[in-house]
T-cell receptor
Framework: DAKTTQPTSMDCAEGRAANLPCNHS???????VYWYRQIHSQGPQYIIH???NNETNEMASLIITEDRKSSTLILPHATLRDTAVYYC????????????FGKGTTLSVSS | DTAVSQTPKYLVTQMGNDKSIKCEQN?????MYWYKQDSKKFLKIMFS???????INETVPNRFSPKSPDKAHLNLHINSLELGDSAVYFC????????????FGSGTRLTVV
């Protein structure tokens, strides 16, 4: 079962920042937080991941709270092409584990 | 060049048939995976191989058999196909360790009629 909780859906206006929240209150100290997205009919796409510190790359920023029980994915200037299902995943550290996908958040970006 | 490629992209077949889906990655990754996405859009891990060794085998019917001839290839063979096997199957690969993301293929849409 997924160890994260995300809103089912969110809307965002094109050009505005999209802030996608994720709760992972049972996260262990050495588990990473990953974000992926799936644009309709395509394979999931890796966005970003982090352990404790905030992270930024060319796609997004990841803000992790100090207690690590929640995080926020920020798309600074959302475009129509960012419309997708966004998955927040906490990955276990045991050998032989894999990414476990939950239901994710459907982000709809409109003009 | 496509990083993780799956063939075929679409597969329509009759119940009871046997079919295979192939996956190849040119990223030099050590681990490969098969995921199944059903009509409700849930993505579920099926199998994982690390350097040709099976390391994850979730509760999947025995009719599904993965095969990894080398670490760049992971094929999925399905015997006696059933209607419930209709889904999109995604292959993925990654380096070992937690500090790496997965790269997914574009999926194989299997329809059993």
């Amino acid at each position: 079962d997924a160890k994260t909780t995300q809103p089912t859906s969110m809307d965002c206006a094109e050009g505005r920042a999209a802030n996608l929240p994720c709760n992972h209150s049972t996260i262990s100290g050495n588990e990473y937080v990953y974000w992926y997205r799936q644009i309709h009919s395509q394979g999931p796409q890796y966005i970003i991941h982090g352990l404790k510190n905030n992270e930024t790359n060319e796609m997004a920023s990841l803000i992790i709270t100090e207690d690590r029980k929640s995080s926020t994915l920020i798309l600074p200037h959302a475009t129509l092409r960012d419309t997708a299902v966004y998955y927040c995943i906490v990955r276990a550290t045991q050998a032989g584990t894999a990414l476990i996908f939950g239901k994710g958040t459907t982000l709809s970006v409109s003009s | 060049d496509t990083a993780v490629s799956q063939t075929p992209k679409y597969l329509v077949t009759q119940m009871g048939n046997d079919k295979s889906i192939k996956c190849e990655q040119n990223l030099g990754h050590d681990t490969m995976y098969w995921y199944k996405q059903d009509s409700k859009k849930f993505l579920k891990i099926m199998f994982s191989y690390n350097n040709k060794e099976l390391i994850i085998n979730e509760t999947v019917p025995n009719r599904f058999s993965p095969k990894s001839p080398d670490k760049a290839h992971l094929n999925l063979h399905i015997n006696s196909l059933e209607l419930g096997d209709s889904a999109v199957y995604f292959c993925a690969s990654s380096h070992n360790g937690l500090n790496y993301g997965y790269t997914f293929g574009s999926g194989t849409r299997l329809t059993v009629v």
